[in-house]
């Protein structure tokens, strides 16, 4: 596991600016953390590191699950924590812009990367005694050749 201290907003610019010219697409990146912990924010600037304008405004997709997003690759950035089970997956259609070479960047994706089809990046937000930090792993190969690259990025 890879661990990335995170003090400030620049940092964690810094976190994606460094991962998104390493993204092809079909990637699964998944962001976990408690309310708050960043996961949005990270996303914004992994976004706009690949390209995204500013003008285009990039906001959690609580509500409406899927955004999807045209940059130097296309991201499909998901937040699934209204779903109630792997069942309403399907009609998301991710496994099939994944499939499509897509990136995907989910939030709260934790209990459905297998149905994603695995080969995930981990990316943890931590706050712990007002430091936060960021927990990166990998279960695969693409994900494992990410996690090396961030590494000595």
Known sequence: MLTVPLPT???TKELAKKLAPLLRGGELV???????AGKTFFTRALLRALGLPEREPVTSPTFSLVHEHEAR???AHADLYRL????ELPELGLYDKRANGAALVVEWG???AKELGGDALWVRFVLEAGAR?????????R??????????A
């Open 143 to 152: 994900s494992a050749q990410l996690e090396r690259a961030l590494a000595t």
């Open 9 to 11: 907003r620049r940092a």
């Open 110 to 112: 934790e209990p459905y």
């Open 133 to 141: 930090r960021a927990e990166i792993s990998s279960d695969g190969e």
């Open 84 to 87: 109630k089970d792997a069942t």
């Open 30 to 36: 998944v962001l976990a953390g408690e309310l708050g």
């Open 73 to 75: 690759i296309e991201i």
